[in-house]
């Protein structure tokens, strides 16, 4: 049985204990983010040195198909897709069957479709979460994230990932500054957040100079549209 979008426990989780606790390289943070926000620009996937890890395809996660993504449509069959809830027509989601496993998986744990799979999967990477210093949702994904370990020892790197730490924690800390209070909630888009507006955050940028929370909270609003954000600005109006 697969699940369908309300008809599932999206929270529901298996519980795991961590049986590999070493640390995973994950590269030096700069590279990471020059090509995470790639992947959000949709200029290139995410590379994601997975090993044996599937927990992103197999904790429950509802996955999105854009009316655009032809090629995934393509490969998906049909009885698998869902009308996405609350957007327009042409919008589908992927569901899960009843461990929690995308349909797609085969039972060696892999993608059955992974040259083709959806944009949704391939701009996925937990290493996010590590860099936005944010728990996952899913134990599985927030085990696997927790072991990633950045090589930031160059200044930059510092700078950079401090900042998308420090984007992550505003936003978390300062929802009522942003219009309607609507900032997200989900771990995963609050990390993708942080990473797009984490220019606002570097030195020398907005949040740096004593700007009120509702000027920063502007800006990221300003540079979240910008798409992925790399801006060398702040972020402010005007620069
Ligand atoms: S489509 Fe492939 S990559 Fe995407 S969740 Fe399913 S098995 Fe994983």
Not at 34 to 47: K, P, Y
Not at 159 to 187: L, M, T
Not at 207 to 213: E, L, Q, S, V
Request: with cysteine; net charge negative; glycine share 10%.
């Amino acid at each position: 049985m697969t699940r369908r979008p309300g008809g599932g426990n999206v929270s529901g989780v298996s519980r795991t204990r961590d049986t590999h606790p070493e640390d995973l390289s994950a590269g030096a943070f700069g590279a990471w983010l020059e090509q995470m926000r790639a992947a959000l620009r949709h200029e290139a996937d995410a590379d994601v040195p997975c090993g044996d890890c599937s927990a992103c395809c197999s904790t429950s996660h509802f996955v999105h198909v854009g009316p655009d993504d032809r090629d995934a449509l393509a490969h998906i069959p049909r009885a698998l897709l869902f009308p996405a809830p609350g957007m327009p027509a042409g919008h589908f989601v992927l569901g899960y069957d009843d461990r929690g496993r995308c349909p797609l998986l085969d039972g060696a744990g892999r993608c059955e479709i992974y040259a083709h799979r959806p944009r949704t999967c391939r701009t996925y990477d937990c290493r996010v979460f590590a860099a936005a210093g944010i728990g996952a949702d899913r134990d599985e994904i927030a085990l696997r994230a927790r072991r990633w370990r950045f090589d930031d020892l160059a200044p930059r790197d510092r700078d950079e990932r401090a900042a998308v730490r420090a984007a992550a924690r505003f936003v978390r800390d300062n929802a009522a500054a942003f219009p309607g209070a609507a900032v997200p909630d989900d771990p995963a888009q609050l990390a993708v957040l942080a990473v797009k507006v984490a220019s606002v955050f570097l030195p020398g940028g907005l949040a740096h100079r004593g700007a009120d929370a509702a000027t920063i909270a502007a800006a990221v609003v300003l540079v979240s549209r910008d798409g992925a954000g790399e801006a060398e600005g702040d972020g402010s109006p005007g620069t």
